[in-house]
């Protein structure tokens, strides 16, 4: 390919005429097109590496019927009425509440450990000793973080939250992250708290709800705009000279969008298993969590999830965690820590050197670990100001 057929950071950018560029087919890109070609009646070009729209929320049939995640479970959650309203007008909804089992000693105990966690784990009257020093410190329905939890004084506390830390932090943040818990924000251990309550759901958001009839076709109904063009399958480098875009917004890894320059980003990586069983359902819960003694993390039974119904089968999906690696696998997770983040900053002055020409958006663009809704909060955040901008 010729250089100057490349869009490459730092080229000419000649923004009057063309189309916005979109990079990313993912919740981020398609809120972005989708409210440039509606609400602004502009041009899109989306175009997405994969040969599918969604990003890491795309969902498909498998061979046997079911509606599986490519990229693991995905569970809808959110405390923003904005976002909730805005994906409303793309799908409808199923009501979903996720529950999570983990697997300590062979049992199988509530996560985020809640007081009945805490009643199947500890003879009973240490669990009443335990139970009434939470209620005194934190109060009834409280939701602690484990590594607030470790640094208290109260004997009972600590006995707590050692046992949990062992049990459920510990070796599943090691597989996950190749970090102790320590060594990472306290926001990531943080989004599994320690419940002083019975609320066994894995999140506690005002809206949960899983689209009715997938991801996949939320996104295409994002996307059915006449002013969108879509091209899969196709590295952004791959297109026409940047002078035929507008703008660029771009929702891929910042680092390699400016070819590496302050130093490669760190990721973590995932291998999903995919097995079809020949029964109705293979376990009680949407996902149980196996911290200890087994190379993967965690097992999701798509069926609960979706509550979609197929006669005596069921598929699973295990989660392998792996070394981010270019080009063999995925960069599903940054990795939030302080120098991390510091590092980061560095490929945000060189976002502010493109003076607007390009914008970032997105997990792997803000390199922050957005769920959903965070993603599309941000998307419509950034839209707003754009329109702001174009005087909308
Ligand atoms: P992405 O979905 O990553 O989209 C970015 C897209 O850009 C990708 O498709 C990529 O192929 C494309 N791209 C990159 N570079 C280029 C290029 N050079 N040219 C063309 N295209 C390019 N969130 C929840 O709210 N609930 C959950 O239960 C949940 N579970 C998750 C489970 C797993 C295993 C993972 C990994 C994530 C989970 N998330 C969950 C988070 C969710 O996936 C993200 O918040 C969301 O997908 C972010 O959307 P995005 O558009 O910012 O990024
Ligand atoms: N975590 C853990 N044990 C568990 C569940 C979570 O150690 O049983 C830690 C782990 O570090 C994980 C983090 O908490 O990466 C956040 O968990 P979450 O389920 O939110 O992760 P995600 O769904 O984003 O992979």
């Given at each position: 390919?010729?250089?100057?057929?490349?869009?490459?950071?730092?080229?000419?950018?000649?923004?009057?005429?063309?189309?916005?560029?979109?990079?990313?087919?993912?919740?981020t890109?398609?809120?972005?097109?989708?409210?440039?070609?509606?609400?602004?009646?502009?041009?899109?070009?989306?175009?997405?590496?994969?040969?599918?729209?969604?990003?890491?929320?795309?969902?498909?049939?498998?061979?046997?019927?079911?509606?599986?995640?490519?990229?693991?479970?995905?569970?809808?959650?959110?405390?923003?009425?904005?976002?909730?309203?805005?994906?409303?007008?793309?799908?409808?909804?199923?009501?979903?509440?996720?529950?999570?089992?983990?697997?300590?000693?062979?049992?199988?105990?509530?996560?985020p450990?809640?007081?009945?966690?805490?009643?199947?784990?500890?003879?009973?009257?240490?669990?009443?000793?335990?139970?009434?020093?939470?209620?005194?410190?934190?109060?009834?329905?409280?939701n602690v973080p484990i590594l607030t939890l470790r640094q208290h004084?109260?004997?009972?506390?600590?006995?707590?939250a050692?046992?949990v830390y062992e049990?459920i932090f510990y070796e599943y943040t090691l597989k996950q992250w190749e970090l102790p818990p320590d060594e990472l924000d306290p926001l990531v251990t943080g989004r599994v708290p320690v419940?002083?309550?019975?609320?066994?759901?894995?999140?506690?958001?005002?809206?949960?709800?899983?689209?009715?009839?997938?991801?996949?076709?939320?996104?295409?109904?994002?996307?059915?705009?006449?002013?969108?063009?879509?091209?899969?399958?196709?590295?952004?480098?791959?297109?026409?000279?940047?002078?035929?875009?507008?703008?660029?917004?771009y929702t891929g890894m910042i680092d390699e969008f400016f070819e590496f320059r302050r130093g490669p980003l760190p990721y973590r990586s995932l291998?999903?298993?995919?097995?079809?069983?020949?029964?109705?359902?293979?376990?009680?819960?949407?996902?149980?969590?196996?911290?200890?003694?087994?190379?993967?993390t965690?097992?999701?039974?798509?069926?609960?999830?979706?509550?979609?119904?197929?006669?005596?089968?069921?598929?699973?999906?295990?989660?392998?965690p792996e070394r981010y690696a270019p080009?063999?696998?995925e960069p599903y997770y940054p990795i939030p820590r302080k120098d991390n983040r510091a590092h980061y900053l560095t490929y945000l002055e060189e976002a502010q050197k493109?003076?607007?020409?390009?914008?970032f958006a997105g997990r792997l663009g803000d390199y922050k670990y957005y769920n959903?809704?965070q993603a599309?909060g941000r998307?419509?955040q950034?839209?707003?100001?754009?329109?702001?901008?174009?005087?909308?």
């Amino acid at each position: 390919m010729p250089d100057q057929d490349r869009v490459r950071p730092g080229a000419n950018w000649d923004m009057t005429n063309g189309a916005w560029l979109i990079v990313g087919a993912g919740f981020t890109g398609c809120t972005l097109a989708e409210r440039i070609a509606n609400v602004l009646g502009r041009k899109v070009v989306l175009v997405e590496r994969r040969p599918h729209i969604g990003g890491n929320a795309f969902d498909y049939y498998d061979e046997s019927g079911v509606l599986v995640h490519a990229y693991g479970p995905h569970i809808f959650h959110t405390n923003s009425r904005k976002v909730w309203e805005y994906l409303s007008r793309f799908t409808e909804w199923r009501r979903y509440e996720h529950r999570v089992l983990a697997v300590v000693d062979g049992m199988r105990v509530p996560v985020p450990f809640n007081v009945n966690s805490i009643r199947t784990c500890f003879p009973a009257a240490a669990a009443a000793q335990i139970v009434g020093r939470l209620l005194r410190y934190y109060g009834w329905g409280a939701n602690v973080p484990i590594l607030t939890l470790r640094q208290h004084h109260d004997g009972y506390i600590r006995l707590l939250a050692d046992y949990v830390y062992e049990k459920i932090f510990y070796e599943y943040t090691l597989k996950q992250w190749e970090l102790p818990p320590d060594e990472l924000d306290p926001l990531v251990t943080g989004r599994v708290p320690v419940r002083v309550s019975l609320d066994d759901r894995y999140f506690q958001d005002i809206y949960q709800a899983m689209p009715a009839n997938g991801y996949t076709a939320l996104f295409q109904r994002m996307l059915d705009h006449p002013n969108i063009e879509v091209v899969l399958g196709t590295d952004y480098r791959q297109l026409a000279p940047a002078r035929e875009f507008k703008r660029i917004i771009y929702t891929g890894m910042i680092d390699e969008f400016f070819e590496f320059r302050r130093g490669p980003l760190p990721y973590r990586s995932l291998r999903f298993d995919f097995v079809t069983l020949n029964k109705e359902r293979f376990q009680e819960v949407g996902t149980v969590n196996y911290p200890n003694g087994q190379p993967f993390t965690r097992i999701s039974e798509l069926k609960h999830i979706t509550g979609q119904v197929v006669e005596n089968k069921t598929t699973i999906t295990v989660e392998y965690p792996e070394r981010y690696a270019p080009g063999c696998n995925e960069p599903y997770y940054p990795i939030p820590r302080k120098d991390n983040r510091a590092h980061y900053l560095t490929y945000l002055e060189e976002a502010q050197k493109t003076n607007g020409a390009v914008l970032f958006a997105g997990r792997l663009g803000d390199y922050k670990y957005y769920n959903m809704d965070q993603a599309v909060g941000r998307a419509l955040q950034l839209f707003e100001s754009i329109a702001a901008a174009e005087g909308v």
